[in-house]
C-alpha cells in the first residue's frame, strides 16, 4: 500500500483531532506570502484583533515573501496540521502551478480551503503629475516608445501582472515590468515617481486615490466600483472581457482538523463583519466581502487556476 503524504498528514493530525475541543491552546500564527504593506497583509492585520478576541490567544501575523507567494505558502503546506498555523493569501495563489511547475507542495492535495474573505478589482494608477489620464493616453504612449513606458506589479504571476500582458497583447503594445515583492512596495515607487505607472487591487491604491497621491486610470472590474465612479472599466475603454480581480482566501495545512477549521472560518467571519471591519473593506478599501466557505473557495479557486493558469503557459511568463 502506497502511503501518502495526506495519509500521513492525518496520521500526524489524530491527537490535534482528540484536542479539537480545546483548540486554540496557544499562539495561532497566520502567514502572508507577501512583503508588509501591501493589500494581504493589511486584511490580515484587519482581522487579527477579532480574531483574539475571539479565540482567545495571540495572533501572530508572520510575512514570509519571495517567488510569487510560493516561499509562505510552502511554509503552510509543509507545517504540521494542529491548527496553529495558517495561510492568508492573495490571487497569485491561484497561478502558482503553471507560473512554477517544481513546486514542492499540492495546492489542492496539501492545503484545505477555509475561507474566501472576498476581493477587489484591479486598478491602473499613476501620479497625479504623470500625463495619462485614460487608458488610451498609456496605448498610444506605448505604441510610440515600446518598452520605454513602465508599470509596477505586486508581483510576477500576480493577476494584475497577467492583466498587463493581456492588455499588451490586445493593444498590440509593450512594456517594461517592473515586479516588486509586495504591493506596499510598489505604491511608495508609484507615488514617488519611480515608475510611470502601477497597476494593483482597488484595495491597495484606494486610500492613496482619496489622498491625492495616485490617480486612477482605468479599472478591470465588470462594473464601476461606486468610489471610482468616475474612472472607466477596460470595457468601456475599448477592451471588452479584460477582467481582473484580486482576492483574499484563509487555507490550513491539509488534515487540520474538521473542528478547528470551523471554529477559525466562523471567528474570521465574525471579525470581517464587525462594522469597522466591513467598512474598511467596503468604502476605504473598496473591496466586495463573500465571506464563502471552503467550499465556496475550493470552487472558485479550480477557475481562476484554469484562467490565469491559461495565460501563463500561452505568455511563457516566468517566476521572479
Do not use: C
Not at 46 to 53: D, F, V, Y
Not at 84 to 104: C, E, R
Amino acid at each position: 500500500m502506497r502511503f501518502t503524504r495526506r495519509a500521513a498528514l492525518a496520521a500526524l493530525a489524530l491527537p490535534a483531532v482528540a484536542r479539537a475541543q480545546d483548540w486554540p491552546s496557544g499562539p495561532v500564527r497566520i502567514i502572508v506570502p507577501f512583503a508588509p504593506g501591501g493589500s494581504t497583509d493589511a486584511v490580515a492585520r484587519l482581522a487579527s484583533p477579532g480574531l483574539q478576541q475571539r479565540l482567545g490567544v495571540p495572533i501572530v501575523i508572520e510575512n514570509r515573501s519571495g517567488a510569487a507567494g510560493s516561499l509562505g505558502t510552502a511554509a503552510v503546506a509543509q507545517a504540521r496540521p494542529d491548527g496553529n498555523t495558517w495561510l492568508l493569501t492573495f490571487d497569485s495563489h491561484a497561478t502558482l502551478p503553471a507560473l512554477l511547475p517544481n513546486l514542492p507542495f499540492n495546492l489542492t492535495r496539501d492545503l484545505d480551503p477555509v475561507l474566501l474573505i472576498g476581493g477587489a478589482p484591479y486598478v491602473i494608477a499613476t501620479r497625479p503629475d504623470k500625463p495619462y489620464r485614460t487608458l488610451a493616453d498609456v496605448v498610444a504612449a506605448a505604441r510610440a516608445r515600446p518598452e520605454a513606458i513602465n508599470f509596477g506589479s505586486t508581483g510576477n504571476g500576480t493577476v494584475g501582472h497577467l492583466a498587463m500582458i493581456l492588455l499588451q497583447a490586445r493593444s498590440n503594445t509593450r512594456m517594461a515590468h517592473l515586479p516588486y515583492r509586495g504591493g506596499g512596495l510598489a505604491v511608495n515607487d508609484t507615488v514617488a515617481g519611480h515608475v510611470e505607472m502601477m497597476i494593483g487591487s482597488a484595495a491597495l491604491v484606494a486610500p492613496h486615490i482619496a489622498g491625492g497621491t495616485l490617480r486612477p486610470i482605468v479599472q478591470f472590474g465588470p462594473e464601476r466600483l461606486p468610489a471610482l465612479r468616475e474612472v472607466p472599466t477596460a470595457a468601456e475603454s475599448g477592451f471588452p472581457g479584460l477582467e481582473a480581480e484580486a482576492w483574499w482566501g484563509v487555507f490550513a495545512p491539509a488534515g487540520t482538523p474538521a473542528a478547528a477549521q470551523a471554529r477559525m472560518r466562523a471567528a474570521l467571519a465574525e471579525s470581517f463583519r464587525e462594522e469597522r471591519a466591513t467598512r474598511t473593506m467596503t468604502e476605504a478599501q473598496q473591496a466586495r466581502l463573500v465571506l464563502g466557505d471552503g467550499g465556496a473557495l475550493r470552487g472558485f479557486l479550480e477557475r481562476e487556476i484554469a484562467k490565469w493558469g491559461a495565460v501563463v503557459r500561452e505568455h511563457r511568463v516566468q517566476a521572479d
